[in-house]
């Protein structure tokens, strides 16, 4: 659009420099207006209209303001910011969904035919049941909505969570500490409590933190110009007011909330699940988020693949086995584990693939009516499973499925046996009334 309405401007000169003639024009004369060469290109474009160079004019001043966008950093800008990327996630998850149950029509497994939908978290502060594309735009859009009840609580937030080098965030934190270490120190000195914006090391070491001059601003500070000693020019400072000596106990206790800060992480969703008993409790299909492989990865591993025949040809040490089992567990972000219980039931739940064994005793502590009982998991190949055991499911080869059985104390179970128990559903009522087939 802009260059044509740099071709427009250019006729327009033309046109008012006079009668012209081309060097290496026919004698003959011109060919006339409007009549094309055998090339099929056209001699002499038609002068644009008044209109059209007034409407020209408007589209390319119009271009030019959309090319220096106006900065806003109003927390309303950012959150509508953060909105717009939500719903655009939105509308990609569902096209994706569309396109695979379009897949699903030519014999390709759709989501129905899969163990798991897939991979879902929870967000901590609204407790909203989230995909992992979904996850960091919903948890920014949680902190930013934060600011309406604590803005100290939602910068902190800020701080911790949207900036991922840990190293930055604590240079950062140290010296905002510094600052209010000193404007403690020093209540009555007015250097304390002014921060020039353009200094070197608020540029290079706090400004480029995220959430930073939030919790400047949640501490009191305000934005103000001012002249500068040699300067022609006013430049920008943060400022404090004086504080009393409640409020400089209160921005104290701020600063600890600002040093104890931790992100904001969403909490991987167990997706617990129960089922009757089932021929196909070792049947396993996962989707794609259970993978940690990118597109090259998965080239190389066809390769891999198609090496194995030769690989079972030579004769392996067991450590060269056992190399060859760690690399394919860590193709796996997650792990999918049923549980087979006494009464046949399954009960399934989703892991990280570095989940300790407490985490997984706990989940089926949870979700049993009598989970105070002792019990012991075993895995596949007869493996027992100790709670008090502190091991990744990684290293017990419990990724990236795996299908474990359950078994009560005996010397409990007797016990209660010899005092009349009675057995019953051995799941939560939650879990029961959700019970289906296994497909």
């Not at 600052?179 to 400004?207: A, D, G, M, T, W």
């Not at 004086?242 to 600002?258: F, G, H, I, N, V």
């Not at 985490?359 to 008090?388: C, M, N, T, Y």
Request: proline share 4%; aromatic share 6%.
């Amino acid at each position: 659009m802009k260059k044509l309405f740099d071709e427009f401007k250019k006729d327009i000169k033309f046109k008012s420099a006079g009668q012209g003639k081309k060097l290496t024009e026919d004698s003959r004369g011109a060919p006339e207006r409007g009549q094309r060469s055998s090339s099929g290109t056209q001699h002499h474009r038609e002068a644009p209209s008044e209109g059209s160079q007034r409407a020209g004019a408007a589209a390319l001043a119009r271009i030019e303001q959309h090319q220096r966008p106006k900065v806003h950093t109003s927390q309303i800008a950012i959150r509508n910011q953060v909105k717009r990327e939500l719903e655009a996630e939105a509308a990609a998850v569902a096209e994706r969904d569309k396109a695979t149950t379009a897949e699903g029509t030519t014999g390709i497994a759709v989501k129905e035919h899969l163990s798991v939908t897939g991979v879902y978290f929870t967000c901590p502060l609204t407790g909203a049941i989230l995909t992992k594309s979904q996850r960091d735009a919903h948890i920014k859009e949680a902190i930013l909505m934060r600011f309406e009840e604590d803005d100290v609580e939602a910068s902190v937030m800020m701080i911790h969570t949207f900036n991922k080098d840990k190293e930055k965030v604590k240079a950062a934190v140290d010296i905002i500490s510094k600052y209010v270490e000193n404007i403690c120190k020093n209540p009555s000195e007015e250097k304390y409590r002014k921060i020039k914006l353009s200094n070197k090391v608020f540029q290079e070491k706090v400004h480029c933190v995220e959430g930073t001059r939030e919790f400047l601003q949640a501490l009191g500070f305000t934005s103000t110009m001012l002249p500068v000693d040699g300067q022609e020019e006013e430049e920008e400072f943060l400022v404090l007011p004086e504080q009393s000596s409640d409020a400089l106990e209160l921005m104290k206790e701020r600063r600890d909330r600002l040093q104890r800060g931790e992100p904001v992480r969403a909490q991987l969703d167990r997706q617990a699940q129960a089922f009757r008993p089932s021929n196909n409790a070792t049947r396993f299909e996962l989707p794609s988020e259970f993978y940690n492989l990118s597109a090259e990865e998965i080239k190389r591993e066809q390769q891999l693949r198609s090496d194995l025949v030769e690989k079972n040809s030579v004769l392996r040490t067991k450590a060269m086995r056992e190399r060859d089992e760690q690399r394919e567990r860590r193709k796996y972000n997650y792990t999918l584990l049923r549980i087979r219980l006494p009464d046949g039931n399954l009960l399934q739940g989703t892991f990280y693939a570095w989940d300790r064994l407490p985490v997984l005793f706990s989940f089926v502590r949870d979700s049993l009516v009598d989970g105070w009982q002792p019990f012991e998991l075993i895995a596949p190949g007869g493996h027992k499973l100790q709670e008090s055991e502190d091991v990744a499911l990684v290293e017990c080869n419990l990724v990236p499925t795996a299908l474990l059985t359950l078994a009560w104390d005996a010397v409990v179970q007797a016990d209660i046996a010899a005092a009349g128990g009675k057995s019953s559903a051995l799941l939560k009522p939650e879990l029961m009334e959700t019970i289906r087939n296994l497909s």
